[in-house]
């Protein structure tokens, strides 16, 4: 089963692909996807990645968690699942 992670304070200018390529060193990323806006298609600064084990979740977020990516420290942590 895949964990399914939130990556917040992004630069705007993070695309999906460099996602992935950050989180990929701390184990099999099944999804990456930064958020855009629907309207200007812009990133809105944060995104979901989604891991293919548990361990390999909760190793990427003791990494990540806080780390300074392009100048600002990403907030990293299991994904709430959204009420609807």
Known sequence: MSTNIYVGNLTFGT????????FAP???VTKASVITDRDTGR??????VEMGTAEAATAAIEAL???????????VNVAKERSR
């Open 65 to 75: 968690n806080g780390k300074s990516v392009d100048g600002r420290d990403l907030t």
């Open 43 to 48: 990133s809105r600064g944060f995104g979901f």
């Open 15 to 22: 695309n999906s692909d460099d996602l992935a390529n950050l």
């Open 26 to 28: 701390h184990g099999e």
